[in-house]
């Protein structure tokens, strides 16, 4: 009877499985080519975007009026109704929206094209506000999604306040000077004493080395590096021509001093480190040629050199959750983090949209939470983020470093001194892992291991908590009130643990995240209601921060290791006059945790949260979203990508940032208008003792914006060498000065020096340097005056081309000398050494030539 009742089943699933398949349209999405478009940016007077996405037929056959939706992500918020009243666009989770077509939508017959406008909550501001990665999915065939043929995104010239034209631009640009070559000091970061010589020491494959047995790595290093620089392995037969490589126990940890004869390079320190730092100085000092070409003999500059860091920890943070980098790229990164000093990369490796590393003891983590693809309930991997479409090929959705790629990460990185620290996201920013952990907790039920599979489980089952995190998610924080959530802890910091000592890497901290927990959490779980009966310690949600921090805390004291996390791991919150705020949290005080601070968005009321942790006894890493944020649009310009909620952040940001006062400096809002000074009245100022707990500072990369390689190449470099030299260089004489005008004097000075050594020495070198970087060529400014265009560059040094003719200029096209006379429409472009071309300023002169 079994036997026969199966059969009936099979049949009937079969007989509506064909049923289905009957009723999926045959209509090739291919066909279908998409665009967006801004159609008004000030919406009935309001602070809204009037925007619209047209779909358009190419193919042979009618697309339906229904049966059928689109899928896209935005960070942004959207109006239900369409504007256009044929469609309604509602958020599923996360940045996940769903666009349905109505009984008024129309059917796309042949060579036409149907707009959906829909409303934005915001303005559109740069192009990284449209939607991202749309494509279909048929009612009848709800598991799959489909790319459409193409999706474009149309140009718009925005008149917003704040705009910045190719005129600022130059305004800006006019204060730079241009320096001779000859009188740019020729090491970056700049050293704390820095003196140069009249002559060269030539190398070539002659030349001996001389090498204290303590350098043996950073020797088989620099023969490795200037025999590629040569094109030709070293001989070291010369008895006259030496490199030495010196010991000097009184030097500081990190420090050394380079010193440079006709006959001779010394490069003295007391350990590793400082050797290594040292033979980065050299390879700044030497001009870019021999990166573009192997040189038979290198001149390097008679120079003396003694040298330290100002700061201790000086570090990049790179996600490779929202958006996954190579393995290749993170190498990539990692050295030339090295050449410029800069000491520690901080991984941000889980989120809500992807866990990217293998943890062996748990592989569910990346069997799901490794990949994105169209799924609503997220039972076998992750939803579609970031564009990221409805495929697993895609590269920035899925992907993860497995044990084998992450050692030899922490192998590269350890050889040029490079301390990485991971970061598991907790509580918050937690989809992945808690995804990954039901889906371990289903096949370990199913296969009959109750207790197994409620080992590593991340929420409560019965949890009906109502909220909502700051990019919108409703199921992505774990439940600290489980014990199962310190066995998950324990579990993936042992693998980590020995995945450290299999690499001979040091892991001085493990970072676990704390940030953005939303409000109405764990307030109907279960697991939190019986905690609070048991443990009269926990009186309401807030104190299981505290509980959960402590107890993660213990997990990684056992092992020496330290707890890091963002500034809210440190925070308490209380009360001020019946206002929420928060205070340095006394309890963990002696825990020497450390804190990462982000948070210091002019305007919001937490300017000084930084300074308050500091002052508060916490070591503090600064993080400032105002200055340190690579993932921050240079400027408020359409072309230019990037969020912007924190703040507008060119290399000038980086540059002119003041560790210990970084109000001084503010001169806009994070819309970039001009600042209003009262922001800053009443609150802390960094005591002494508070820069003593300043132990550094950490440039960050968030990559929901960051899809490839040549992105994150675009966001980070050149302003990375901004941040290494506020994180190495002595404090600058303008950061103190008490005179406004005399500070502006010797900053403007010294930006001036500083732009003229990126485009005149390190930039050159960087197109070509470890197979070339894809930095960030800026966009030149141009000015009409007396009928003529005038235009300068903020990297002097880079060549500008121009056209009349409204085509964009090329390599080939004419190189801006001196003022152009022209009507119509010219276009300027700057290049770099390797004749790859940045943004273009586009002008327009309808006056007649001037007689």
Known sequence: MRRFLTLILFVAVNIKAVAVMANA??????????????????????????????????????????????????????????????????????????????????????????????????????????????????????????????????????????????????????????????????????????????????????????????????????????????????????????????????????????????????????TPAGLFYGIQSFKTSISASPWMKAQASIPVPCINVKDEPRFPYRAVMLDVARNFQSKQQVLKLINLMAVYKLNTLHMHLTDDEGWRIEIPSLPELTAVGSKRGHTLDSKAFLPASHGSGPDFDNKAGTGFYTKADYIEILKYATERHVTVIPEIETPGHARASIKAMDARYARLLAAGDKAGAERNLLRDMNDKSDYRSVQYWNDNVIDVSLPSTYNYIETVVGDLVNMYKEAGALLPAIHFGGDEVPAHVWEQSPAYLALKASNPDIQNTGDLWYYFYGKVNDILKKRNIRLAGWEEMALRKTQVDGQNTYVPNPQFLGEKMQVDVWNNVLGDGQEDLAYKLANGGYKTVLTCVTNLYFDMANYKSYDEPGYYWGAFLGIDKFFSFIPYDYFKNADVDKTGRPINRNLFVGKQRLTDYGKTNIIGLQGALWAETVKTPERMDYMIFPKLIGLA?????????????????????????????????????????????????????????????????????????????????????????????????????????????????????????????AL
């Open 25 to 270: 349209p045959t209509f090739d999405i291919k066909d279908l080519h998409l665009s967006w478009e801004v159609i008004d940016n000030n919406y009935q007077n309001k602070h809204e975007a009037l925007t619209s996405l047209t779909i358009t037929n190419k193919g042979k056959q009618t697309l339906p009026a229904g049966g059928w939706k689109i899928y896209f992500n935005s960070s942004r918020n959207f109006i239900a109704d369409a504007v256009s009243g044929n469609a309604k666009v509602l958020q599923v989770n996360g940045d996940l929206y769903s666009i349905t077509p109505n009984d008024k939508f129309k059917e796309i017959k042949p060579g036409e094209s149907l707009r959906i406008d829909y409303l934005c909550e915001d303005i559109v501001v740069n192009f990284t506000d449209a939607i991202e990665g749309p494509y279909f999915v048929w009612d009848a065939e709800p598991a799959k999604g489909y790319w459409p043929g193409d999706f474009s995104i149309k140009p718009f010239n925005p008149t917003y306040q704040g705009l910045i034209t190719p005129e600022i631009l130059y305004n800006q640009n006019k204060i730079i000077q241009d320096i001779p070559v000859s009188q740019l000091q020729k090491i970056i970061p700049t050293p704390l004493s820095y003196t140069e010589n009249a002559g060269n020491f030539v190398i070539n494959n002659t030349v001996s080395i001389v090498s204290d047995p303590l350098f043996a790595k950073e020797k088989a290093y620099f023969i490795t590096g200037i025999e590629k620089l040569l094109g030709s392995k070293l001989k070291g037969t010369s008895t006259d021509k030496k490199i030495i490589f010196k010991k000097d126990a009184t030097l500081g940890a990190e420090a050394y001093t380079l010193n440079v004869t006709p006959n001779d390079m010394t490069i003295t320190a007391s």
């Open 725 to 849: 030299e506020r994180a190495w260089a002595k404090n600058p004489a303008w950061a103190t000065e008490r005179d406004t005008t005399k500070a502006r004097e010797l900053y403007n000075a010294d930006w001036s020096k500083f732009l003229n050594i990126l485009g005149k020495r390190e930039l050159p070198r960087l197109a070509f340097y470890n197979g070339g970087y894809n930095f960030r060529i800026p966009k030149p400014g141009v000015i009409l005056e007396d009928g003529k265009y005038k235009s300068n560059i903020q990297f002097p040094g880079m060549t500008i081309r121009y056209t009349t003719n409204g085509k964009e200029p090329d390599a080939n096209s004419p190189v801006y000398e001196k003022p152009v006379p022209a009507n119509g429409i010219i276009k300027f472009r700057a290049f770099d050494a390797k004749g790859r071309g940045g943004n273009v300023a586009e002008v327009q002169n309808k006056q007649e030539p």
